[in-house]
């Protein structure tokens, strides 16, 4: 069934699910920038607006967000941005 979902069972199907694929790197791969260069940002305030970026990424009404947020939790070196994910009440 996931198969079906990833990669479509008629041809524009398979076309919807390319651009969607394309799509979601296209979108983790300016995040993961993001997360970088707030990694690598040498002062507080710099760190504070990379902050406000990953927040909103990071936030119910981002593109992907479930993406984004399994790339933080599941990779220890970015333990410090955890704090941007919205806590579930």
């Known amino acids: 069934m996931l198969q079906d979902v990833y990669y479509g069972t008629t041809p524009q199907k398979q076309f919807e699910a ?6 979601l790197r296209m979108e983790l791969s300016k995040f993961k920038e993001f997360v970088r260069e707030y990694q690598e940002a040498e002062d507080e305030e710099e ?3 990379i902050g406000l970026y990953l927040k909103r990424e990071l936030g119910e009404s981002s593109a992907f967000t479930a993406f ?3 790339l933080i939790w599941d990779n220890n070196m970015y333990s410090e941005i955890e704090k941007y994910i919205p806590k579930m009440n």
């Open 68 to 70: 984004k947020r399994w």
């Open 47 to 49: 760190k504070e607006d």
């Open 18 to 23: 390319r651009i969607i694929r394309k799509t």
